[in-house]
Every structure is written in C-alpha cells, then in structure tokens.
C-alpha cells in the first residue's frame, strides 16, 4: 500500500465514523452481498475521514493498463465537498481521468466530473461503488474517455485566462507575433485579452502592455494523468526536453534573432513573453489526432530580461538613456532558467468566422459576401443569429430607418442604440460579436437610383436578405441584375406567423415565384386560414400613445 | 481485439481427454485445443487429471497436462462447477469420494498463477458464505470475470442534464 495511506491520520473503527456518507457506506457494503467492495478499514485525519477499500475489478485478460483484479482505494470523504477516491497501490498506473495530484500522492481516480453541488443530490453509496468499479473496468478496456468528453488538459494549475488572435494560434515559425494585452475587467484581474499591437498607434501603450508571442509545434501524444503547470523556466524546460523540444537552446536562438531586427528589435525586448505549445493529442478511442492541446506560458519578466538570464544579452546603463538598454554578450553565460518565473495561461481564442463554424458545426460558411436589407426587429434577429454561426466574412446592411425606444420590444439592439440610424448600430452589434466581419453601412432606402458603393454590394453578394417586410423592395430586390440568391423574410400582420422565401440556389426559381407560391398556398391550406387576418396592434406613427 | 477460447468440460475422466488429445494432435489440429476459459471436467474431479489423487496435488496424465499447461492462455480462467473446495484434513477432504477434490484444485490453482490467471469455484463466488451466478465477459481485450452486482444506482453520467 502507498505510504501516503497508512501516515494519513489515525486508524479508526468504522463503528466510529462521523461522515454520515461514510457511515452509509459501511452499513451499504454490510448489507451488500456482491463481492465487489469490501471493508479492509477506516482512518480519520483532522475533519475528513477515509475508507479503504478492496475493490473487485472486471479486469480481462490483456488489460490495456496493468490494473489488478482487486485494486485497494482509499475513499476519502470530506464535510463540504464530494468524495475523492485515491489508488493506493504504490505502482498504480499513470493513466487518462485522473485528478492532479502532487508526486508523492497516490493517484487520484476521477470519477464523477460533475460539480458536486449538481451530483450529490443522487450520490448513493451503491452510486459511488458502481462509479469506482466502472471506472476500473473501462480502465481495463481502454474506454475511459467517452467520445463526447473534452480532453485532459495536459498541465492543471493555470494562474491566468488570456484571449488570442487566431494567428497565434496558426503561427509557424516566421517571425513572432505582436500583441498587446489588457486586463478588461476589475472583476476579473486574471483574464486577458490580447490584440493585435499594429492595432495601437500609441507606442507607449505598446511598450507597457506589449507581448511577444512564439509557438512550438510537438509531436502527437495519448492523454495522461494531468501534471502541475511549471513555475518556470528550467521546469517547462525539461518537460519540454521530455518531448523533444530543446526549450533553451531555441529561446537563445530567436532572442539573438530578435534582439538584431532593427525595426522591431526594442519592441520584442520591451514586451513580455508568451509561449505556446501545441500539442495534437491522440484520441483514446479512435487513435487520431484531430485535437489539439495549446499549452501557454507568460512570463512577468520582459524579452530582454529573459534573454540576460539567458546569459546571450546584458543590460547597459549610459549617461546617454534613463532606462537600461540592451547589449548582444560575446560569450554566452551560463542560463539562470530556474530565476525566470512564469506563469501557465488557460489559453482561449478569440470568437471569428472559422470558430463561429466550428462550434456550429458548419462545414462551410452559408455565405462569403452578404446583404441585409431591412434592419428590423426581424433582420436584426435572423442576421445576428447567422453572424454568430459563422456566415459572411463581408456583410453589408441596408436600410434609412432611425431606431426608436419601440424598436427595443422586438430588436436585437438595446437603448444605447436610441436615435442612431439603424443600419449603423447594427453593423456596430454585428462588429462587437466577429471582429473578422468586413462591414459596410447604407444608410438609404432601395430605389431606383442606388449609389455606386451599394450597387457593387449587392453585385458581390451570394446572399441578399431582405427584410424590409415591403412587397416592392423584395420585388425590385428579385428583378435586380444581381447574381446572389435572395431571401425575403416577414411576419404576417398579426405577428403569429414567420414567413421565408428563399430562391434556389442557381436562382432558376427566383423570389417572384416563390411569392407566387406562398399565395397559392395562403389562399388553399386550411391552416393558413387566419395568416393574413389582422389583429389588435398599437398603432404607432412617433408620437406617444394618448 | 482478440478472440476468447473456450473449452467447456462434461464429465470425462482423464482416459477419455487423453484420446481426445491424442487425435487431434494426429491431425494437427493443436489450435483447436486452445483455451482462455475452461469450464472444467466433472466437477473439479482429479479423475478428469490423472488415476491417483496425490496428497497435496493431482499429477496429471502427459496428454491432460499438455492439455492445461500448454494449451492454456495468459490469463486464463479455470472455472470449477461444484460446491467448495474442501479443506485439507476436513471430513470432506477426507472421507468423500465425490468431487470437488482438493488435489486436483491445487493442480488448477498451479496452473492458474503460471498464467496470471484465476480459478473460479462456483459455489465459492463472490464469497462462500453467498455464492451467486457470475459472468465472464467478452470482451475486446478478452475474457473478464464480472461479478453481478445485487444494487442498482443512477445512470452513471457524468452530464447534469441541462445545457445553457
């Protein structure tokens, strides 16, 4: 048995249990007549207590981890928290769905992801056993990771959250990329967002906030057990060098590097430095290595305060420059790694196109080059909901309506948009959600007579979404010489019903016909009897209701 | 994945086995004689082994020994259809004719843990004092022994049901 178990507390009689879990626990596998679990003792250490367990493990004959048939856990119970099951054979197997644990713990099974808030309204003790025990038989088998489950991170422990450009994440050698970073919030001190510094004309800014970001690409790996972040430099260095990757050497090699660019030279030593690891991590169920663990890294200290702790540059003070400068040294001195603190980054990536498809699980974008005409409640509405799934990488909005304080009951704008034009604070709202959207305002009605810049929008769009709910502009909109397929979308005057017209794609039927249709179809469908019956409605013409 | 051998024993004493593998060796059929499980021959009985009990341990017929000793797979089970196995110098060890032997049980219990494998008694599982039904399971990484548990308990989920 793991040392750890037998100097946990004092042995005690399980007649003498305090945890009431604990307690039914025992009376549980007093009762129960299985085999699976049995009572090998009880220990109680301050305010938690802990069972050890022998448990009966359905290990086949070639299991992909050597567990045992009877596995002994220790299940430690505490008052506020849910139980924790420890693995206390001394050369338990390192193996996915395990807790963190420090090295000279035993392992940590993770049984129940669930918050314990959620969970222990239905944790049983035959709940908490058939865990335990399926835990190790899909140990045996190699099923421990469900399809839908995220993966393990790789490293637990990170002290800050940072929001990155796709770029740093697609960065493959080349030259590093600028950022500037901020915190955004008081409320969350270790959340930062950073963006990209040709952004910032300030230099200033650039140099208090700036960060120099360098990736490394790693070979596939199978999930393990989750292992503490490195706290700095000459521990990430040897996890790093466990994988292949000579940390050390490289930083050397591009501080060199940037320290001689004489555009960007001062900026990188000014800025702090921002490691990502990228690591494809292989699917324990299907061996492929679509995922990908990004591991960061951000160091308090600046570039050139690395390199010299590098040893391959000094700090220079002259009569000449209130703040030390930096100087290339001749000899490399030996690196103090272990004095460069770092601080592990949950890495997440800013929201754009690409990852607004992914997450709505769109092979493709629905449209390039989009149009909406109308900036209604309706528009709005339909439009947003599209943005976000990734449609358009160029959107135009038209439409010569000012948004008023009624607007608010049905529209995706809010109060701060008062008074604006409306084709102007939505493509504000539209900007706010994907900042990869090129985006472009008409603040007009559709005539006969179009400016040459919206004429052109409409000739580039594969989509034009009218939702001006007026029959002439979806009928001028239909004859126009534009290529892009059409969509008109409305209520019925009593707002109970939706309505699409879409065209074909090849636009063979186009929207007059569809509108052709969608008669035919009021005036015979017995459940379309009341479509076009009006209801009671507030009658608004900008003045307030008497 | 990998296939599970099984060979399921009737009762045949260690004559009748010893043809059997004497004929399948003339065809070269070895493989056929491969096992992951074995039920075994009449009851844990050391006929089914060889024509003398032993004091401690049933010595095998060459036949039936290669039968167990070779033919067997890593991890294999041995699975005894009796009632427990009696302990030595009891009544039953001593005076009983009828199988379960103690002997011959040695004899699997050996060959057993050369294989990292286990010997199950039927009536001794999961304890004595309460046998139940058992399963072997088939599974991708081959044959595991599964105990049934008598409790049920909730789905093991680890989704709260609800997204937002």
Redesign the interface.
Known sequence: MHPWATGWGEEIAAAHLRDGFAARVVEFLARSDDGIATLVGARRHRAAEMLVLDIRVVRPQSPVYPINRVETVGVIFFEKDGPRVMALREDFPDTPHQNWMPETLPSCLCIDDRPWAEARATFTPAELLSRISMWFRRACLGELHDAAQPLDPLFVGALLDIILPRAAFDATGGPPIELVGFCVSEARPDHILALPANRFKDAKVVRDAGITLVAFDLSAQAMARMRWMPRNLEALDREMAARGLPLIEELKKRIISWFGDPSAGRRYLDSKLCLLFRIPIIHPLTGGTGAQSTIGFLTPSTVGEVGEALGVLYKTHSDHTKDGSFMRALVCGSAATATIGLDGVSVHQAFDGPLARELASAATSLAENGVLVGAGAIGSLVTETLVREGAFDRLAVIDHDTFLPHNIARHTLGAPSVGHPKAAALKDRFASIRDDLALSVHDLRIGDDMPQETFEALQAANLVIDASASVPTARRLSDGPWLGRRASIFFNPAGTDGVLLLESADRDVDLRNVEAAYHRLVQTSPTLQEHFATAAMLPYTGHAAA | M?D?LALLGSDVDHTTLTEIVQVTRKHGNEDRLRW?VLKLFHHCSYKSLGPDKGVDETEAVPEVKWLFEQQS????YIVSPSWEIPAKGSDADKNDPQPPHRQAANHHRRVVANKD??FVVTME???K??P?PFRI?I????????????????A?T???GRVG
């Open positions: 990998r599970v992951d797979n890593e991890g294999c494998g286990e599982t999961p304890m004092a309460k139940k399971e599974t991708a990484a081959g044959a595991a022994l599964a105990y049934i548990s008598t409790s049920s308990s909730a093991a680890s989704s709260t």
